[in-house]
């Protein structure tokens, strides 16, 4: 009788404990039928792999082995019941043709989830190529959305590294309502010329950290819109690309402050513009206050050091006011390099609202082309200057020795 419930006793213990490895080891999407072919669609493999890591009450972990899968599209919705990691180790692609992707959705979803890292040395492959043939944007104003490859509504204190972003159809990453989100080791690739490809676009989130990244694509490498609250940018590679941008502000009713921008220590390569803020002409009401760009080595950038208050990219605005964006408390320090075109610091501001505790300090920038002389403009702005400036600075600036 002993002897028999010892051997009961023993196959509950291992039961139990198979249940529990079970439980904390990784939920392997092969493991739930997804095929590492890049033909058959993983979608619903991934929203069951979700629903299990969502429900548990313990960290747990999604895993994407190495493979090739094919994602028609994702939407991942919290909020979850404890910490999820999902590990990418292989390529995700999207279908090449967006019509395949839900109208007005975008290709991968995350929303409403707290403590989430995305992680595992693996590539998202939005398949652009055809979708940017078909980007009406550039030259309309109203023009149909092309679906973005990861979009992160109401996510909190999530971590994005060691992952590549590839040809997106749209914006490679787009931040919504977020808080306390860094980026780490994030590689984002498409062609100079891929329309509308913005690396990562940051609206109405605060805290976010982006770091030790490269980022080369057709538009922004990072874009920062309104409502954006205590950015760092630092060590970040960027080109090809528009630059690093503030902006645009002011084309729609009610924005968001901009406040607390930071960008240090990066290295701009081969692009349309270096550091920029930029808002619209005849523009609503806004404002971006407390920026700052320090650290920044510039290579053959043709417009390294710009605040462009007449925004107006193909004739899609009006001229016929100023812009109403407050741009105040904006600095630019230590920025050396080289520019691509003679305009290597345009300071335009606003008529309406001129620009206010501009800082320009230790500029050294060389230009070897053809086309003129290495020179400033400036309107509507009387920045304070310090340290070594080449060029010089707005002949109407307050100097500081």
Same mark, same amino acid.
């Given at each position: ?24 080891? %990784?939920?392997?999407?092969? @493991? ?22 969502? /429900? ?41 043709? %967006? ?15 707290? @403590?989430?890292?995305? &992680? ?9 190529? #055809?979708?940017?043939?078909? !980007? ?19 996510? /909190? ?21 977020? /808080? ?18 913005? $690396? ?46 503030? $902006? ?11 406040? $607390? ?39 053959? *950038? ?16 009006? !001229? ?31 008529? &309406? ?16 082309? #053809? @086309?003129?002389?290495?020179? &400033? #403009? ?5 920045? *304070? ?17």
């Amino acid at each position: 009788m002993t002897r028999a419930l010892d051997i009961t006793l023993l196959c509950s213990w291992l039961f139990f404990t198979c249940i529990v490895q079970a439980r904390t080891g %990784p939920i392997d999407v092969i @493991q739930l039928g997804a095929k590492r072919d890049g033909r058959a669609d993983m979608s619903q493999v991934l929203a069951n792999a979700w629903k299990q890591a969502c /429900n548990s009450t313990t960290a747990s972990t999604i895993l994407i082995p190495k493979g090739t899968f094919l994602l028609k599209e994702a939407s991942l919705v919290g909020p979850c019941k404890a910490p999820i990691t999902i590990q990418i180790q292989g390529t995700i692609k999207a279908p090449a043709d %967006p019509a395949q992707i839900s109208k007005d959705k975008e290709w991968i979803t995350i929303m409403y989830v707290n @403590q989430l890292t995305l &992680s595992g040395g693996g590539t998202l492959d939005g398949q652009g190529a #055809k979708a940017w043939t078909q !980007n009406e944007c550039r030259v309309k104003t109203e023009c149909s959305k092309l679906p973005n490859t990861l979009s992160l509504n109401f996510v /909190n204190n999530t971590v994005i590294r060691d992952l590549t972003s590839l040809n997106s159809k749209l914006f490679h990453v787009n931040l919504f309502a977020c /808080n306390n989100v860094t980026f780490q080791h994030f590689t984002i690739t498409a062609p100079g010329d891929s329309p509308n490809t913005d $690396g990562i676009h940051i609206g109405h989130s605060t805290g976010v950290v982006i770091t030790n990244s490269n980022i080369g694509t057709g538009d922004d490498c990072i874009s920062i819109d309104d409502g954006a609250k205590q950015v760092n940018i630092s060590k970040v590679t960027c080109g090809p690309g528009h630059g690093i941008s503030v $902006g645009s502000l002011g084309r729609y009713d009610n924005e968001l402050p901009v406040e $607390g921008i930071f960008v240090t220590d990066c290295t701009i390569s081969g692009t349309l513009n270096g550091v920029r803020v930029k808002s619209w002409p005849a523009s609503k009401r806004g404002s971006a206050t407390n920026m700052h760009f320090e650290g920044i080595i510039m290579q053959n *950038v043709s417009n390294p050091v710009i605040i462009d208050q007449e925004y107006c990219p193909n004739n899609q605005c009006t !001229n016929t006011a100023p812009s109403r964006v407050k741009i105040a408390q904006v600095s630019f320090k230590h920025i050396t390099g080289t520019s691509a075109t003679p305009a290597a610091v345009t300071l335009l501001c606003s008529k &309406s609202i001129p620009c206010e505790g501009v800082e320009v300090a230790h500029i050294d920038l060389a230009y070897n082309g #053809k @086309q003129g002389t290495l020179s &400033s #403009k400036c309107a509507n702005v009387k920045p *304070v200057l310090s340290g070594k400036l080449n060029p010089p600075i707005c002949a109407n600036a307050i100097v500081h020795a």
